[in-house]
């Protein structure tokens, strides 16, 4: 057995080229449905706007045959604050007085013909004096499927609230042209709803950490979140009491401000499978939800999806890549389990930790974290609310180690910074300025979807522009892989990468595992072997302990001889496929970062200019606390 390669493992417990065809079969696109708009009833409340009442006893006929036209004129409005509005093929609704915006424009506009007292509103306040009491809107992003929009509240501004919470408060607001069917997130709470009577089919809920209102208009299912804890103000978060009473303000304040009559679809093909059509030679990873034994959250099994939830390009640039644990592997920190001395191995400190009692080394650059098989870790044990994981918790996203660690002799931590990290697809960045997270928006024909990344540098994504509102191409350089949580070296040297789409209860966290299985196998030019799980029990009767040592892993030694930590380039990378022309990620060329390990970067004084739209009111220099920055980051 313990001269048995892949092929030989597979062989032995019966699976042939039939079973490889099956795997194939086992990736599967997600199920999307269009929504239906009626842009009659929009286009009535639209007409009851003093500036497109239309005269007659005809009106309901025109306002009905005439939505294209009213929308029009108002898109054309409206789109001096809001960015391309008209593009969202729902009727965008916001916390806009857009009433009394159409008034003072058209007093504006008149005003070399009329006395300037009648100006109502100076030119230079417009943006900022509709938006009902909030700030600002730094992100407003419409198109194809849809429009997502963050509001920034600040408690002072509305006294009358009662709340004192100190810092911005984001409300994601968001309408969708089409929804992905996934069955209710497991721990979704269900919460009355007071004083909301106007709003038919309005319910509140709290999942994932949101308290989130979702309601149906037009046809349209819309969504207003905030981020929260339930239970008091905990974590740098608002309490959920206080989230409240800022999401009700927003529902009472919401007004249509554009959108675009489009033609309606019966049904959504999302064809999302791409694959190579040969074998990769090492590449080899378990199957989705078969998790780490013992590391699902007090036991329970991961999340076996086999979807495909998006064709994008892998977020680490090049070949090879290890998605694995950084909790329960090697220098790991067992996710506060507990964990027990274990002697040494090899000369180095070894431990285990209690949930399964395997032995690990405390150097983060040991080779089996450097090795494949890849494993899933979406439902590992973590504190996060992950609708999708059968115990409703779990890690929110999958870690990604890059080619390789790079240490001085004797030291235990890799060093940061050598690995870029890319775009997986063309989209719009949502990010505040210092914030640890960043996102990546997609709202494309048929999809609308956004990726989130964690651990790389925040000083450096807010000098090069990476900010609210920046368009970014697929493939391109975002960042470099880290180790940022809180502060550097807060982690290990890993990217942090997870996936939302929208369904009706609002964005909710899906596995990212098999949509980066599917997207390193076009990186690498060839398919990985899946590992069942079924697979590995036949095997481990027969083999036991040397199964793990009978599995081609490619693994990438550790770098022992002296040199700079950041200075001299990074050995060229093993090719996960024989055919594979391996390049290099860039390394830096300093050698400190100047940034103290113990140290939180300091927020940039001057706000960044960026590609997408302009803020109302000002820049706020956030665009939405869409990670849990203030607990853990999701690691």
Not at 218 to 245: E, L, T
Not at 517 to 544: F, N, P, S, T
Not at 555 to 569: G, K, N, Y
Not at 588 to 602: L, M, N, V
């Amino acid at each position: 057995m313990r001269a048995l390669t892949i092929g030989g493992l597979a062989l032995a417990a019966g699976i042939t080229a039939t079973g490889a065809q099956d795997n194939t079969q086992a990736m599967k696109s997600p199920r999307v449905s269009p929504v239906p708009v009626d842009w009659a009833a929009v286009a009535t409340e639209v007409a009851a706007i003093n500036a497109f009442r239309p005269v007659g006893r005809d009106a309901p006929k025109q306002t009905a045959a005439r939505a294209a036209d009213l929308m029009a004129t108002l898109n054309q409005a409206t789109g001096e604050r809001f960015d391309r509005v008209a593009a969202s093929p729902v009727p965008v609704l916001l916390p806009f007085d857009t009433a009394a915006f159409l008034r003072d424009r058209t007093l504006v506009t008149n005003a070399p013909q009329a006395p300037v007292a009648t100006t109502s509103v100076p030119l230079g306040s417009y943006f900022s004096s509709y938006l009902s009491g909030f700030s600002a809107v730094p992100f407003f992003y419409p198109g194809p499927s849809g429009y997502d929009a963050v509001v920034v509240a600040r408690a002072q501004d509305m006294p009358e609230l009662g709340i004192t919470y100190p810092d911005p408060i984001y409300v994601q607001i968001g309408g969708s042209a089409l929804l992905y069917q996934l069955d209710e997130p497991v721990g979704l709470v269900g919460w009355p709803v007071a004083g909301l009577d106007d709003i038919p089919g309005i319910r509140r809920v709290y999942v994932e950490n949101y308290v989130r209102y979702t309601f149906v208009r037009f046809g349209v299912p819309y969504v207003v979140a905030i981020d929260c804890f339930d239970g008091g103000a905990r974590y740098g978060k608002i309490a959920c009491r206080d989230a409240d009473k800022i999401a009700v303000r927003v529902l009472k304040s919401l007004r249509i401000v554009g959108g675009t009559p489009q033609r309606e679809l019966d049904s959504i093909s999302l064809d999302t499978l791409d694959r190579p059509s040969g074998q990769s030679t090492v590449f080899s990873y378990h199957s989705p939800g078969d998790v780490i034994p013992g590391t699902g959250y007090r036991g329970k099994a991961g999340s076996a999806d086999y979807t495909v939830y998006s064709r994008i390009r892998f977020p680490i640039a090049d070949a090879p890549a290890f998605a694995n644990s950084q909790s329960f592997m090697n220098w790991g920190d067992c996710d506060g389990t507990g964990k027990y001395g274990a002697g040494f191995r090899d000369g180095v400190a070894a431990y285990r930790c209690r949930v399964n009692g395997e032995t690990l080394v405390a150097d983060e650059g040991a080779a089996e974290n450097y090795s494949y098989p890849w494993r899933d870790n979406f439902c590992e044990t973590r504190d996060f609310s992950v609708g999708q994981c059968p115990s409703g918790f779990g890690h929110q996203g999958q870690d990604i180690r890059p080619a390789n660690c790079k240490h001085a002799p004797g030291a235990t931590r890799c060093e940061p910074y050598l690995h870029d990290a890319v775009a997986v697809r063309d989209g719009m960045v949502l990010r505040a300025v210092n914030q640890q997270s960043i996102y990546i928006v997609v709202n494309a024909p048929n999809e609308r979807i956004r990726f989130r990344y964690l651990h790389m540098l925040p000083r450096q994504l807010d000098a090069d522009g990476y900010v609210s509102g920046r368009r970014v191409r697929e493939g391109e350089v975002i960042g470099r892989v880290g180790n940022f949580y809180k502060h550097e070296r807060g982690t290990s040297y890993h990217l942090h990468f997870d996936v939302q789409v929208p369904t009706k209860y609002g964005w909710v966290f899906v596995n990212p595992y098999m949509t980066l299985v599917a997207a390193y196998e076009r990186l690498i030019r060839g398919r990985g072997q899946e590992i069942r799980q079924e697979i590995k029990q036949d095997i481990k009767q027969e083999a036991g302990p040397a199964l793990k040592e009978d599995i081609p892993t490619a693994s990438i030694p550790v770098t022992d001889a002296p040199q700079p930590a950041l200075a001299t380039p990074a050995p060229a990378p093993v090719a996960a496929k024989p055919t594979e022309t391996p390049v290099d990620s860039k390394p830096t060329t300093t050698t400190d970062s100047g940034i103290s390990h113990d140290e939180r970067t300091q927020r940039m004084e001057d706000p960044l200019t960026a590609d997408g739209p302009a803020d109302a009111g000002g820049r706020d220099g956030g665009a939405g606390d869409l990670s849990h920055d203030g607990t853990r980051a999701g690691d």
